[in-house]
């Protein structure tokens, strides 16, 4: 049975994300629009690359990241649960889209205390922090 999801990613997830995830999530795409959401972005240091941390923050604050619309196939949202692991919790929120207007989407959101030094990125753009600190992205299946 295949069902339709919005989910809002702003990390390794992301289609153009350049990893494994992102690929397969790629592959899954009906639509996708750059978007926001109110948040605050981290860095977590995934031993073989970087990964964000978005925790809730208010509206002055905004995460950068892309509206995915995906056809969904039976057992693909728990392996994209199990990818994002206990430390995030999946959850409807509020995304602007860059056309205009408000979604309700689903996003992975940090619930973990973050580890001791994690970095903040400033503006909320994870994939432009990497590409600017010549950092990886964490890939892994």
Avoid: H, N
């Amino acid at each position: 049975m295949t069902r339709a999801l919005p989910l809002f990613v702003y990390g390794t997830l992301q289609p153009r994300a350049g990893t494994q995830m992102g690929d397969w999530l790629a592959a899954r795409l009906v639509r996708s629009e750059q978007a926001t959401i109110p948040g605050r972005l981290y860095a977590i240091d995934g031993g073989s690359g970087w990964f964000p941390a978005l925790l809730p923050a208010s509206e002055d604050e905004i995460v950068r990241g892309t509206l995915c619309t995906l056809r969904l196939e039976a057992g693909d949202l728990a392996l994209l649960d199990r990818y994002e692991g206990a430390e995030y919790r999946r959850e409807a929120a509020a995304v602007q889209i860059a056309s205009g207007g408000e979604v309700c989407a689903q996003a992975y959101l940090w619930r973990a205390a973050l580890p001791p030094g994690a970095p903040l990125i400033l503006g909320g753009d994870f994939l432009d922090w990497l590409r600017t600190g010549r950092r990886k992205a964490f890939s892994a299946l």
